[in-house]
Structure formats: C-alpha cells, structure tokens
C-alpha cells in the first residue's frame, strides 16, 4: 500500500470513528505556512485540531512515536493561524491525535486510538 494511499484510508478511519465519538467534523486538510491540520471538528463546544497517523503494521513503530516536537510546534502554529483567520469559533480548543494502525494484508483497521488534548 502506498504511503499516500495508507495516510487518506488512515484519516477516513479516523473521521469516522471521531463522529461515531461526538465530533461534529468542520474541515479536512486545512493548510496554512504553518502546516496541514488534518481534521477540524467541534466536540461538546471545543474546537478541536485533529493529527492522524496511520501505520501498515508496526515494522515503523506506532503512530504515536511519529509526533515529534516540531510537529507540535507546527500544529500549533497552524491551530492558531486558523484561530485568527476564522470567525465564530468555540472559545475553547485543543489538539487531539488519532492513532490507526491497518493490518497490511487486509487493509482493515487493527486499532483506532483517539487520543484527547496531547499538547499541553
């Protein structure tokens, strides 16, 4: 599987079980100088900035390991470039990330890990 092809079934994955978790989603693929904010969505009044990593298998490592410093940084920066270049927006926000692993063989999800507010 490609990369580009595992990173946009990983994200659908996501979306999917985000909704089924409450999130109401607002944007996708959101893209500033900053970055790429993946999902945008709203749960219970909180604007929430959404990372999805995606993984065949765990030859990588997991997804979670992905999520450098500077990709922290990136996101938000990018969290509040879309702050100050949107209006009506929920006071509140945080950065959430989405943990998907896919079995390499199959295509399907083995584990699909939401994670709230891991910057901080």
């Known amino acids: 599987m ?6 946009r079934l990983g994200e659908d994955l996501a979306v999917k079980e985000l909704k089924r978790k409450g999130y109401r ?3 996708r693929n959101y893209r500033c100088r900053y970055g790429e904010i993946d999902v945008i969505g709203i749960k219970q009044a ?3 900035f959404i990372e999805v990593r995606a993984r065949a298998g765990g030859s990588f490592g997991t997804p979670e390991e992905s999520i450098t ?3 922290q940084d990136k996101l938000i920066s990018s969290a509040l470039e879309y702050i ?9 926000w945080r950065i959430d990330f989405v943990a998907v692993v896919i079995d390499p063989q199959t295509g399907r999800p083995q584990r699909i890990e939401i994670i709230d507010n891991v910057i901080g």
């Open 2 to 7: 490609k990369k580009q092809d595992l990173g």
């Open 25 to 27: 989603i607002v944007e």
């Open 46 to 48: 909180i604007l929430v």
């Open 69 to 71: 410093r500077q990709k």
């Open 84 to 92: 100050n270049s949107h209006d009506n927006l929920p006071e509140s």
